[in-house]
């Protein structure tokens, strides 16, 4: 099972970006999906998380209302477009890939991840 994040970069504050992440080596409708970041110096945290199907999203507060996770399963692929971006957004976003039998199930815990992708960096700039 392969998960290959890309779309990190460096943009200014007020931005937006996306990243995508493609997955490879399971059944991406199975799958729910999520997405974790850790910033220098702090512990990972989860971001945005998405179910199998695409019908349910949670966000963590720090981002809800600025970040929308959506998935592709024709593409294997599941995207955060994040808009209005923070210097506080900084940090290696990663995503995971957690299993689930129900459709709507959402996961937000790294413990539920089966498994995880290498991040892409993300710097937001004052």
């Known amino acids: 099972v392969q998960l290959q994040a890309s779309g990190g970069g460096l943009v200014q504050a007020g931005a937006s970006l996306r990243l995508s992440c493609a997955a490879s080596g399971l059944t991406f409708s199975n799958y729910g999906m999520g997405w974790f970041r850790q910033a220098p110096g702090k512990k990972r945290e989860f971001v945005a998380a998405?179910?199998?199907?695409?019908?349910?999203?949670y966000y963590a507060d720090s981002v809800k209302g600025r970040f929308t996770i959506s998935r592709d399963n024709a593409k294997n692929t599941v995207y955060p477009q994040m808009n209005s971006l923070k210097p506080e957004d900084t940090a290696v976003y990663s995503c995971?890939?957690?299993?689930?039998?129900?459709?709507?199930?959402?996961?937000?815990?790294?413990?539920?991840?089966?498994?995880w992708g290498k991040g892409t960096l993300v710097t937001v700039s004052s």
């Open positions: 995971a890939a957690f299993y689930t039998a129900t459709q709507g199930m959402v996961i937000r815990s790294p413990d539920g991840m089966s498994y």
């Open positions: 998405i179910s199998r199907s695409g019908g349910s999203t």
